[in-house]
């Protein structure tokens, strides 16, 4: 966190003073004199205004904003918590004032998420770029670049926040996400749904593995943990969102509850990939088939929770919905490509299936008619 501790006329270190005390040597020096919380309380409508930028007297040297906003969280056990997280009723700030904004970005989107994405674009984190030549062979993956047409709420495990109901966010750059084990939960979520036997289906266990609870039967049968590998998706802005249940007696609202989202608006990239590690021993003709039927019922279950049932918290408010549009990471579409035989392209989710038909070599609807 980029910081300094405070002047000295801030509170006074541990220990006291005096002729007494140990004159530090020059390493020492080196280190913050003060605990980072210690240094910037946060008790008072002005220490709550300090820390975010609206006073006279700012602390200019909070120039990372979730650094603003973990300071912010001290105020959960005192009297000023509501103005920490809303500002006032008018003028706004506090917490709000960082990460939303009505028109425009907000300062976290513009300070912590755009320099975390671009850093991570820098070290080959994010976007994924899977070079399928390195991979077994049958190896494929999906990827393309989507927007939100609903919010996404995937809620942190951060303990110590400010607001009670915060979004996913990766541990280092702080940038909104959502993790590859979420995607591939609603993934096998979606598929089972499709299929009559459900969960017990042997394309969902060839896909996704056994559920965890059949661990050690799976230890004992020598099963495998699955093909589909997601990656994790992070996303380029942050907001708020309103949420207001309704009493089944009243039909009044009850107490609004107050969410922190992935807005409408903001974009992701979702990455798939399959990797069939357990089909080396298989010939060609058998392996060639249970790939197409692994790659199309994936492409299937793709669109649905995308566009369908959703890939988010609160899924039944119709939260966690994209649009029908996509575009790519290398190039302008979507990519679906399969290992030896080339890679198709679709710039919307609806022609997901016809380019994996081409991909697979099946005719499509408009080649049979």
Known sequence: MNYKPRSPSGPPPRGGGGAAEKVPNRQEDRRPLYDFYAAYPCETQDDVRRIVGDHKMPYKELVWPYSRVSLLAQALTSEVKDFARSGHPRFGGGYKGIVYRRKGNSPYTDEVIRPGLEQMDRLGIYPPHIELQDLPPYS??????FTLARPLYTRDDEEFYIHENPVMKEAVYKVPMLRASTWKGILRSVMARQLPEGENAPLVIRLFGQARDEEEELAEEGNMLGRVRPYPTFFDRIGLEVINPHSRTTRAGTVPIVMETVPPGASGVFTLLYLPFDMLDRLPEEAASEVAEDL??????????????????????????????????????????????????????TE??????????????????
């Open 140 to 145: 494929a993956y999906f990827q393309f670049r």
């Open 296 to 349: 199309k019922a994936l492409g299937e279950a793709i669109v649905l929770m995308m566009r369908v049932y959703g890939f988010s918290g609160k899924r039944t408010r119709g939260f966690g919905v994209a649009h029908l549009q996509v575009s790519g990471v290398d190039r302008p579409e979507g990519v679906v490509a399969l290992k030896d035989r080339g890679w198709r392209t679709f710039t919307t989710l």
């Open 352 to 369: 997901l299936p016809d380019a994996l038909d081409l991909l697979l070599g099946i005719p499509t609807e408009g080649e049979r008619r």
